[in-house]
């Protein structure tokens, strides 16, 4: 077999999570090349897992013609020029998300890969968690009969620095984000949204123009009902919770835990908290997702999760800030598409 | 020690409930005399538990001057009127929920009770379940930090008869009402509500002009978010949990169940549904509301569950009506109070 | 309908739970006298229950001849005299165990019954357990398949005192009788019989004569494999395990508990202990095994639960006690029967 | 740093999973070798993890100088003769379990280890599954106090074919060997053994002279009991659970499962089976092991888990089967030791 040669563009944790894949769990392809503007971080790496080449400037990557595929792991703001950079070079991509916080941006996307007939995949990695998926095959299945209430809980251990709040669109754009794919993934196309939100975790947050509670009701295109329920801290840590509602049954998935082990003492039976938080909780479905990557550029099968779902995802936060802001149901189509 | 000596003015399913609660666990109170527009049914249930007396009309039972409270639960329709009358022949009053379908009413009720200076319960007994007083009494004691998010989910196993959703005053008034009521006990008071609301369980529920499944989203007053889910039919039974998210932690009470086995074969690890419906489910909680009522009576302390409380679930249904009839978040204040 | 006309001997702490379930819980029984040699006892549960009669002397009681069934829940060391006198008045029984220490006298019991005709139950309410009879009814319909392994634990809160430890006849006789008992309600008659036991929990337990934690190894005459493990003491209260095993499937009842409620904070996720004592975990199972009692009574059925399974109880302690004393798994065939 | 070398003696499955933790997990070793009797199996794996050399002989590997340490996954036959060629030439042993089926053997090695002053961790994985060290972690904290009780279920989902079981050694060397190992990890020393056996899965295995069915009734030293229940086939899967119960509280480890969802219709509440076998319910485990090895050879650390510890395994064995011949308890002091 002739193994996917891929380039990663970005050398921080992400990158190195999917790194990390391909070499130990993904035999069908190799690691030819990393970058990243800090060049020793991209050194490192490729000392650590045998990566032939490491550069400085992620046009060397593109440049070079034995590759197949990029993997754009870069900062937020670079991912769509990256992108549609990559397209035009023939390669395909595997993008994280978001692809971008404006919507003109991600059409330039769109249309760049469009015409250059390449792949793309959106890291929206949570499809590929062992719990969600199998609610989403129990749907698949029928099981559930038709969809009633979905409702996504997605709870943070700790905020990020004030810093990073400021430059990160808000908790829509930023957290909720996530969850919306969720919504979509299970429940379909959206037709409006409302958002309840507030500022009750650290009111540095608040200052900063954000939120970090926060309640978003769905009406889904199909009728149903959603709601996803964020904050910013849960004292308790990582919380990730699904519950699908149908006409012939309920799915729900619970937290994951380090440990199955119940100790029982005068004060009660006590449990384990959630694993930490993201590369603890989802790091299956990190792997998983690049798995289905490798596999749909090697077998030319369409990607499942692509850019249209990056840009519906970011419609759906800015209906829900657009919805706080004036405060009232938003319609998604009162937000610009493609 | 004197016997408080009580009068059921309503001998269907809950006034037969409350009967066998005193008869069989309220040592302090003794039924005199119940009464029932089908009398046979008033004196049926004497027979059975030894009532000394059964009438048609209620007014015996206002007019008895050995008895010192009555329980009112009767059709809702009457629910005022007779709470009035018993006010004015000084008894103190048990009275089912809701109080009235009318903030007018209600008022009426309010002002009868105050110039009488009688006692006045409402029976929102859920108030009295054991897992949900269990997380009231987890709040109060500083568990959870100050409350952010109040989720509560409640489904019905079946939906009532065409013939009563045309009278139940919608499923705002008739089933989120106990919602409401434990949203206010758990989060306290609310300052707005938006309603999603659809029709998936039956589409005849439509053109009765109601909704079957519903998404309440909460502000409270302190800042807290809520939610509510409620559905006419769960295939799986009578779905009432409630989970309450703080600074300091969560609490979340599971259904209860019939047992606690689990079965394990290939298929995997069943174990029970639900209880099958509220009067399984809230059996303890109805004669422990009663046991406070009777308590509060004897020793002269105020009813904790108060006809104001009864007003204010039904201002936030009416609120919730008028949501989803507007398509927007509604003020409790656009809704009249007294 | 024609009520049974019942009469309670013994009116202590089991007695006054029976007397309940038939006032409360039982419309065909009638309460009609109760006897204790402490006859104040006796004289206050009469007036709370509105018993007609109570006497210092039980057989004032069997001399009745409007008595049609005795409740024996006088002290164990009288109930085979009890009985067997009640047997020859004509009265149905419903004794409390155990039956008997000795197998001499439990014989006679049996003689007199069978000689009088009337019917006798033993008061296994275990085996009345909304959870051990979801596991019965599932092995009854053949869910199990085959029964391979049974594994009962049953812990108690606290010892008792060193007082009754020594007239207890030892834990095989006094706690583990209980687990015997539901060992061949589940999984038929036994073969053989292999006791570990120690004193772990209290020094004067072993220096009365006794141990208080101890495992029993049990062969059962379908082949099938048994345990029991008990102790007189569980720090986190009362611990009453089933767990059965077969060829299809396996079940396993965990314990009750207060509530359903689990509070997550940064310790971890805590749930309830179990229900405090005996009195709360069975409850239910008091009154459904007095209303079986009543139903075989008047419908003229034979009980379920018989002397014989009185007798088998203590053969299974009394070879318990000798595997302890001659360190070797002892057959129950060479325990003296019937 | 300089990486630890290492030879893996063995292409088998276990081989491959140590080759593979090595590979990806472990960056302090490195693999130089791999050998098998199959020499096809050596190179497909050598090819595949990047191996540079593979041998049919594995006294290549053991005669290279470079070669630190050696990891025997060979069949059970030949461990020990390796083991003493491994010690006579300098290399660090990882064995796998069990290290022989006789005591005189075992000595052997233990000599030659002694003689040669190398390390031997023998591969009792189970002691670093997640669950089960966490148990160990709380006995060592003190939370659970003094030990009282040991309860390990241990069930496979399928019987091995009857070839296996013919040579096996018997179910207590061949599966219950695990269990005696975490006795020992958690209960320390054992002083008697009492064994209950019967062929209840398949008559077959009762004509190859083993048997399917077990039960392990233990006396540790320090006074506690234990019990192990063992069936060759479980029809819901892998069932390994482990309890602990102790003067302070009990702890107990449920089983793994590959999803947290509950699916909730009007058949119940259905959660996951048990994780399929020992490859997917330990494979942490097995990673965790070697992490251990490895870092007791580079930083010359006593390894936790030695050849005595399969020795002593070993002689529980041999006394559970010597229980089930003689048909009484035995002491462990009845089986010849070193």
Partial sequence: MEKIRVGIIGAG??????????????PQAQLVAISDIYEEG????AAQLGIPNYYKDYHKILEDPSIDAVLICSSTDTHADIACEAAAAGKHIFCEKPVDLTVAKIKKVIDAV??????????FNRRYDHNFAYIKQLENNGKLGSLQTVKITSRD???PSIDYVKVSGGIFLDMTVHDFDMARFIGG?????????????????????????ALVALK?????????????????????????????????????????????????????????????????????????????VINDKPTKTTVYDGLEALRLGLAAKKSVAEHRPVKLSEIEGC
Avoid: W
């Fill in 220 to 296: 889904f295109k199909s009728g149903a009902i959603g709601v996803i329920d964020n904050c910013r801290r849960a004292s308790y840590g990582y919380d990730q919770r699904l519950e699908v509602f149908g006409s012939k049954g309920q799915a729900s998935a619970a937290n994951d835990t380090p440990t199955n082990v119940a100790f029982i003492d005068e004060n009660g039976s006590v449990t384990d908290k959630p694993l930490y938080f993201f590369l603890e909780r989802y790091m299956q479905s990190f792997t998983d997702e690049m798995t289905e990557f490798i596999d749909c």
């Fill in 157 to 159: 251990p700790e905020p």
């Fill in 13 to 26: 944790r992400i990158g190195q999570v999917h790194a990390k894949s391909i070499t130990y769990h993904i």
């Fill in 42 to 45: 991209a050194k490192s790496v």
């Fill in 189 to 213: 196309e959206v037709d409006e949204v409302y958002a309840n939100a507030t500022v009750m975790v650290d009111p540095a947050i608040g200052e900063a123009g954000d939120v970090d509670t």
């Fill in 114 to 123: 469009d015409k250059a007939g390449v792949k793309l995949q959106i890291g």
